[in-house]
């Protein structure tokens, strides 16, 4: 028989809670994480989803398709672009009309 267990104190609960943090906790933080935080870290890291799809009938394929998705910013796939989007939705307003006017 094994002895009884004592007991934790308040601090060494706290401790071993502490320890025991899952990978959620690791990546957002000790601080309660909002939906709209959550949404923001997977943006800036990035995300990949892979599927597979397939159209049987009667038991066979008919159609199969291998779908990946990026979610990403947009400045992070695109280092390249302008910050302001007045100013990039100017610039290609003016590419539009230059390229009328050749034609």
Same mark, same amino acid.
């Given at each position: 028989?094994?002895?009884?267990?004592?007991?934790?104190?308040?601090?060494?609960?706290?401790?071993?809670?502490?320890?025991?943090?899952?990978?959620?906790?690791?990546?957002?933080?000790?601080?309660?994480?909002?939906?709209?935080?959550?949404? #923001?870290?997977?943006?800036?890291?990035?995300?990949?989803?892979?599927? #597979?799809?397939?159209?049987?009938?009667?038991?066979? #394929?008919?159609?199969?398709?291998?779908?990946?998705?990026?979610?990403?910013?947009? #400045?992070?796939?695109?280092?390249?672009?302008?910050?302001?989007?007045?100013?990039?939705?100017?610039?290609?307003?003016?590419?539009?009309?230059?390229?009328?006017?050749?034609?």
């Amino acid at each position: 028989m094994s002895p009884p267990k004592q007991p934790r104190l308040p601090g060494e609960a706290r401790r071993a809670k502490a320890a025991r943090r899952n990978a959620a906790e690791e990546i957002l933080g000790p601080e309660d994480a909002s939906l709209l935080d959550i949404v #923001d870290n997977l943006l800036n890291k990035g995300v990949v989803l892979n599927g #597979d799809l397939t159209l049987a009938l009667a038991r066979v #394929d008919l159609v199969y398709a291998r779908l990946s998705l990026l979610l990403s910013a947009a #400045d992070r796939v695109l280092p390249g672009e302008q910050g302001d989007f007045i100013d990039r939705h100017h610039a290609r307003r003016e590419l539009r009309k230059r390229r009328r006017s050749r034609a």
